[in-house]
């Protein structure tokens, strides 16, 4: 099975609770207005890889420890065999292993919707941020875009990991962004608040450094 990946990280600190493997496929049809991963749009047969993979490499940057998986994107959905089937060789993986890693699902489609669709896949997801990114209504809580998103726990892992997260202000949030590199390109990973990303950019342009390609415009 292949799957269309844009790009996978390790550790991520930002979405979710822990040390964390994020995932971002690649493909949306949903379009935010707003949205900051517009990189991800494209379906681009360049980015497909095996699950068996994408899950050889989990496994090995795991070795230095890993408390759960975030799948991004992208739209997740939008290639929903793919993705059943990544979920099926995490759900393996963490049997064989013992580890207790969740996973937690972003999707920009409603909620009723994913449950109409989607319902067996989702009940191979521990935690779910579903709704569509609204740029009008700036985030309250923990790692949501915008106010209108929930955090959904589906499973007694979930209710365990999360508790304390659930409802947790964004504003006690330790931290939003982290940054990432891999030699050519730069990684802003998390959930800027508005205006952040714009801010960033005149504040490089004023040090003489200027981004040659962005993925929020």
């Keep these: 099975m ?15 609770p822990g040390k964390r493997i994020g995932i971002w496929l690649q493909g949306c049809r949903i379009h935010c207005k707003g949205c900051v991963s517009q990189d991800t749009w494209a379906s681009e047969p360049g980015h497909d890889m095996t699950v068996a993979r994408l899950m050889s490499w ?7 420890g890993v408390d759960g998986i975030t799948i991004s994107g992208g739209e997740p959905f939008d290639q ?35 449950q109409k669709k989607h319902s067996k896949i989702l009940t191979k997801i521990d935690a779910l941020i579903p709704e569509p990114y609204i740029d009008a209504q700036p985030p309250e809580l923990a790692w949501r875009g915008s106010a209108n998103q929930p955090l959904v726990l589906q499973t007694a892992l979930a209710q365990k990991k999360y ?43 004023s040090r003489g450094v200027r981004f040659e390609q962005v993925s929020w415009r």
């Excluded at 580890?99 to 937690?104: Q, R």
Aim: proline letters at 5%.
């Design 163 to 205: 508790a304390d997260w659930q409802n947790l202000p964004l504003t006690q949030q330790e931290k939003r962004i982290q940054t990432m590199t891999d030699g050519k390109h730069i990684w802003y990973i998390g959930i800027p608040a508005r205006g952040d990303m714009q801010s960033l950019e005149t504040l490089a342009e």
């Design 58 to 64: 989990c496994r090995q940057v795991a070795k230095d």
């Design 80 to 114: 929903p065999a793919a993705l059943s089937a990544l979920l099926d060789a995490i759900h393996f993986w963490r049997q064989e292993s013992g580890l207790e890693l969740d996973i937690l699902c972003y999707s920009g489609y409603p909620l009723a919707s994913l």
């Design 2 to 16: 292949k799957i269309s990946v844009n790009k996978a990280h390790y550790p991520v600190t930002v979405l979710g």
